[in-house]
């Protein structure tokens, strides 16, 4: 080798380290600004990433590449929001069009975009200059080994079989009759699942008032640990029913806590998290009975209010299923529509203490619920709040202010005398995601104070999320409740009558399937909104949209409801353009609505216009129902002869 050559080789092995470097920098870089550093999981991908870089190069290896760090990306992403890697939440929340939503974390939104900016760099430098290191082809096939193994022991095989493999057979539905002799054997009749609860009663009927809290956890009244944190609560809970063994469900994220805290059943009751989330943004829950159904019985004046988006995880459309005639969420509260708007703590409970003043003035009872968002992590804390200790932590700093809007707005409440027939609740909606993970015996909140209260009382039985309605209606003094098999009151039980054991569990979820019947008969009064991808029918709204009622649906995707001849709803779903005709297949469909950009269908070749509606039968000629896209549009399903009535 000349000595030319040899200074040639020299350069360029210091270009290849210098490259190589650049790269471990900027992977190892975003493991820290994510604090991913503890999820080892994500180690193999660092190292595939790395290592990849090492196959050679050609416009495939670099797509791979790309493939790898979107993942990454994904990965890290969840753990940020969630603590753990691809959890139940991310499951239930993916779409493509959540992505809007990292703009509640700006710093890392904008360390994502130069991230990937980067990655085209080094990938277009990498294609044309040589290898950062070569691999000899006789070694290739053992390196590749390597890479699929490291592979396997990183997040992607969960990834795949949670959003691709087929059901898990433990996981899935029994049919009818194995569920009802396993309801029989645990001494459940499905009767007393569906009660009519026209007859339900209450000893004295007093407001509600529910404080839904953002990831706060009992720990954080702890003086030994966090000494003067929620000073307010602290006090609070001396003088108040308090729940020190409130366990979290599987599911730590927000919906799922509403979920089982409103409709006394677990996450689990779900056969998936992508069942689950089908049935939140699509299918709806009407057919369970929940705390808000049995309060709207008894006339009581409902309503919801956070300061984030009501649009993402179907949180509208619960809370408007259950008797909460009025919900109130960003846009409600901000006027802007944007998915990632929010209103602070502070703001948000002043607008709660003036909708309790206003429904304060009425004799009519009032249930007031909201939750907070400063207490996600990040972290946020109003100005006007002291910080709490050296102000060094972001997370304790909105904590601390949080029990400080708390004590502000509880005072207010108390010098306006609006407490004296008031229940006041205050729970976590799940347990914080990404702090206190290695801390031991973590507990959810629950306090309960009721008027004129003046010593506590600590209940210590383990109790979880779908335990909080039965628990209501015995402090509430409700008669004839709804009958809620997996629920436990400690105040009115000695111990749990059913756990939640996987066969009931399976059992309870074939049942509830059976009774999710909808109709949508002839001669219907619906509505169309199209910027917000609402449906109503019944005077209950469904959302079709692949960001939970935040963007437009893409123009390629069609809303499909599917109608047997008794009018049943079988399906509604939104369905890419070209599966459409494949989805419409169903032997039990008599008629069907498609709503969208209806001209990309081949039936409708020769059709007048583009957007709107159809409704009828496929065998009908077709014609395109045409709708403006602005407000809301009203119309009414007439059928033609051949279909007759439903």
Same mark, same amino acid.
């Given at each position: 080798m000349t000595q030319s050559s040899l200074l040639r080789h020299v350069m360029q092995a210091r270009v290849s380290i210098i490259k190589s470097l650049m790269v471990l920098a900027a992977l190892v870089g975003l493991l820290g600004i994510f604090d991913g550093f503890t999820a080892v999981v994500l180690w193999p991908l660092i190292f595939v990433q790395m290592a990849s870089m090492g196959l050679g190069r050609h416009w495939l290896l670099s797509l791979l590449r790309t493939l790898l760090l979107f993942f990454l990306l994904m990965a890290l992403w969840s753990y940020r929001v969630e603590g753990v890697v691809l959890g139940d939440g991310f499951f239930v929340h993916a779409n493509f069009n959540t992505v809007t939503f990292m703009g509640f974390y700006p710093e890392h939104a904008w360390v994502t975009i130069a991230t990937l900016v980067l990655h085209v760099f080094i990938e277009i430098q990498f294609i044309k200059g040589p290898a950062l290191w070569r691999i000899a082809p006789k070694r290739m096939w053992g390196f590749t080994a390597v890479l699929v193994g490291a592979l396997w022991l990183s997040p992607m095989p969960h990834f795949y079989e949670k959003m691709f493999a087929a059901p898990e057979e433990g996981r899935a539905l029994l049919s009818l009759e194995q569920a009802r002799k396993t309801l029989k054997k645990n001494e459940i009749s499905t009767s007393q699942l569906f009660q009519d609860i026209s007859n339900?009663?209450? &000893? /004295?009927?007093r407001n509600v008032l529910m404080f839904y809290l953002e990831s706060v956890e009992a720990q954080y009244l702890n003086e030994e640990r966090f000494p003067g944190l929620m000073p307010f609560l602290t006090e609070l809970r001396e003088i108040s029913l308090f729940f020190s063994d409130f366990r979290q469900n599987r599911g730590a994220f927000t919906i799922s806590g509403f979920f089982a805290s409103q409709c006394g059943y677990p996450f689990e009751i779900f056969s998936s998290e992508q069942e689950m989330n089908k049935t939140l943004f699509y299918r709806g829950t009407q057919h369970l009975t929940c705390f808000g159904d049995v309060l709207a019985q008894m006339g009581y004046r409902q309503m919801f209010a956070q300061g984030t988006s009501l649009d993402f995880?179907?949180?509208?459309?619960?809370?408007?299923?259950?008797?909460?005639?009025?919900?109130?969420?960003? *846009?409600?509260?901000?006027?802007?529509? /944007?998915?990632?708007?929010? =209103?602070?703590?502070?703001?948000?409970?002043?607008?709660?203490f003036t909708e309790i003043q206003k429904r304060h003035q009425s004799s009519a009872p009032y249930h007031v619920a909201s939750i907070n968002f400063d207490t996600h992590d990040p972290g946020h804390s109003d100005?006007?709040?002291?910080?709490?200790? *050296?102000? @060094?932590? %972001?997370?304790?700093?909105?904590?601390?202010?949080?029990?400080?809007?708390?004590?502000?707005?509880?005072?207010?409440? +108390?010098a306006e005398q609006m407490l004296g027939n008031t229940l006041v609740v205050f729970l976590s909606d799940?347990?914080?995601?990404?702090?206190?993970?290695?801390?031991?015996?973590?507990?959810?909140? =629950?306090?309960?104070?009721?008027?004129?209260?003046? &010593?506590? $009382?600590?209940?210590? +039985? %383990?109790?979880?999320?779908?335990?909080?309605? &039965?628990?209501?209606? @015995?402090? =509430?003094?409700?008669?004839? %409740?709804?009958?809620?098999? #997996?629920?436990?009151?400690?105040?009115s039980e000695k111990e749990r009558a059913h756990h939640t054991k996987a066969d009931l569990v399976k059992a309870?979820? !074939?049942?509830?399937?059976? $009774?999710?019947?909808?109709?949508?008969?002839? @001669?219907a009064a619906v509505s169309f909104h199209h910027k917000k991808n609402r449906f109503t029918y019944n005077e209950r709204p469904t959302y079709f949209s692949p960001g939970h009622g935040v963007l437009t649906w893409p123009r390629d995707r069609i809303a499909v409801i599917a109608v047997e001849k008794?009018?049943?709803? #079988?399906?509604?779903?939104?369905?890419? %353009?070209?599966?459409?005709?494949? !989805?419409?297949?169903?032997? +039990?469909?008599? $008629?069907?609505? =498609?709503?969208?950009?209806l001209d990309q269908l081949d039936v409708f070749d020769g059709a007048e216009g583009d957007y709107g509606y159809f409704w009828g039968q496929m065998d009908e000629p077709k014609r395109i129902r045409q709708l403006v896209q602005e407000g809301v549009v009203e119309e009414r399903l007439t059928c033609g002869p051949s279909q007759g009535g439903g």
């Open positions: 339900v009663t209450m &000893k /004295k009927q995880a179907g949180t509208r459309n619960f809370f408007q299923s259950h008797g909460y005639k009025e919900v109130m969420g960003s *846009e409600e509260l901000t006027g802007s529509a /944007k998915p990632y708007a929010v =209103l602070r703590d502070k703001p948000l409970y002043d607008r709660v100005k006007s709040c002291a910080p709490y200790g *050296e102000g @060094d932590n %972001a997370i304790l700093n909105a904590v601390h202010c949080l029990d400080q809007n708390l004590r502000s707005l509880f005072g207010r409440l +108390q799940h347990l914080a995601m990404t702090r206190l993970k290695n801390v031991e015996g973590r507990r959810n909140l =629950l306090l309960i104070h009721e008027p004129n209260m003046t &010593k506590g $009382r600590t209940i210590p +039985q %383990a109790i979880y999320h779908h335990d909080v309605p &039965k628990i209501l209606f @015995d402090v =509430l003094g409700v008669g004839n %409740a709804p009958y809620y098999p #997996l629920a436990f009151s400690p105040l309870l979820s !074939r049942v509830f399937e059976t $009774r999710r019947q909808d109709r949508l008969p002839c @001669d008794s009018g049943n709803i #079988l399906f509604k779903e939104l369905v890419h %353009a070209s599966d459409v005709m494949l !989805r419409l297949t169903h032997p +039990q469909i008599h $008629r069907v609505l =498609l709503w969208g950009y």
